[in-house]
């Protein structure tokens, strides 16, 4: 065992040592011929590991995953329209607040800690009034609770509705189908299930999306203005250097070495993505079944709404946040709970990105979380 804790949270993770290497080497310049080809070829490779079509753009920006949120809403949002978001806890909160500032008027759609709206319900609130956008979470990171995108994209695709998914705790890891489903933007963190340190807000945006932004009465921050961004990323494609802001080198440097590990498992990419989200899938059963072993509860109601990139686990009775320092006392770091609600009565453990290729790891945090409940549950 290392003497660095392993670090089991819903973001940052684990990453690669492919990962690592690359994002410890030095600094290039932005219009260095190698980062020139790195940056080029991560826009492409994002288009696969989203399932997008050529038609799609992708964006790489230096920032967080709530950057990128606040990007989709000043891009596709006018002052005055209406949207429609499913919450389902702490990050559909986040996304509702930025709705407001942008002056949208929001309609959500909730239901309880744990649970997800039903399909029929979302789409009586698209049917109430014409509504510019459908916001939802894909993974809230609060409840470990997964939407049926697919669905959602649907019942929007059939009324024309916009839909922009966070998939800040989702994407790579959990299907995503962009293209065929018809999702018009779907946004990422480079710290979550992509596998990479913090540093990048990535996301695609379709046609329609795009279509949208050009169709604004006034153009959004500069910095978060796709238009601005656009022919950066086209030129890049294009294997030619560009600028607007420095784009945050470094870690393109090491995208494109995480990206290019995902694909790799298949020359198509659409089977490589299809392994990748079924290999989280398995694991996420492992980590389940040690759970239940271990006589806990998850806070999603459901076996079919519980995410594959984390478990939100209720604590046992009569223990609390204790247990959190309990299993980093056994060398895991695991995260206590987030939704407002309830935070003080669960903990999260994150097992997304590289950590779904290393059994060892996987054993290892299951065994401290065992080992913790078992001596906390003594002590009481
Ligand atoms: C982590 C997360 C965010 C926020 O990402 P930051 O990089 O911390 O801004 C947003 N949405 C979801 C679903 C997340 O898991």
Redesign the pocket.
């Known amino acids: 065992m290392s003497n660095r804790p392993l670090l089991m949270i819903?973001?940052p993770i684990e990453v690669s040592d492919g990962v690592s290497d690359a994002a410890a080497e030095a600094p290039r310049s932005h219009v260095a011929p190698d980062f020139v080809e790195a940056m080029g070829g991560s826009l492409q490779a994002m288009r696969h590991v989203w399932r997008a079509g050529e038609d799609a753009q992708p964006f790489i920006l230096a920032g967080?995953?709530?950057?990128a949120?606040d990007m989709a809403t000043w891009n596709v949002i006018e002052p005055g329209e209406r949207v429609v978001v499913v919450n389902t806890g702490f990050?559909s909160d986040?996304s509702v607040e930025m709705l407001h500032r942008r002056g949208a008027h929001v309609t959500q759609v909730s239901a309880e800690p744990g649970d997800a709206p039903s399909i029929d319900a979302v789409a009586r609130a698209l049917d109430e009034r014409p509504t510019a956008a459908l916001f939802a979470?894909h993974?809230?990171?609060s409840t470990g609770v997964r939407l049926d995108a697919e669905g959602l994209c649907r019942i929007a695709r059939e009324r024309n509705v916009l839909t922009v998914f966070?998939g800040?705790?989702a994407t790579g890891g959990e299907r995503f189908e962009m293209d065929t489903w018809g999702a018009d933007v779907y946004l990422t963190?480079s710290?979550?299930a992509i596998g990479l340190p913090?540093g990048l807000a990535l996301l695609v945006a379709s046609p329609r999306a795009l279509e949208r932004r050009r169709a604004l009465s006034a153009p959004p921050p500069m910095s978060l203005d796709w238009l601005e961004w656009l022919p950066v990323m086209t030129a890049y494609e294009a294997r030619r250097p560009s600028y607007f802001a420095t784009p945050a080198t470094t870690l393109v440097w090491a995208l494109r070495t995480g990206l290019d590990e995902i694909l790799s498992a298949d020359t198509d990419p659409g089977t490589a993505m299809d392994a990748r989200v079924s290999a989280h899938a398995t694991v996420a059963g492992t980590f389940r079944a040690a759970w239940r072993d271990m006589g806990l509860d998850l806070v999603p109601v459901s076996e079919a709404l519980a995410a594959n990139t984390l478990s939100a686990i209720r604590y046992p009775d009569g223990i609390g946040q204790e247990l959190v320092s309990a299993i980093k006392e056994r060398g895991v770091v695991v995260a206590p709970g987030l939704h407002p609600e309830f935070k003080d009565r669960y903990f999260r453990v994150g097992h997304m990105g590289d950590i779904i290729t290393r059994p060892a790891d996987i054993s290892r945090c299951i065994d401290a979380v065992r080992d913790a409940v078992q001596a906390t549950r003594a002590e009481l």
Do not use: E, I
């Open positions: 819903p973001g967080s995953g709530s950057l949120m990050f986040r979470t993974v809230d990171t966070d800040v705790c963190a710290q979550k913090p």
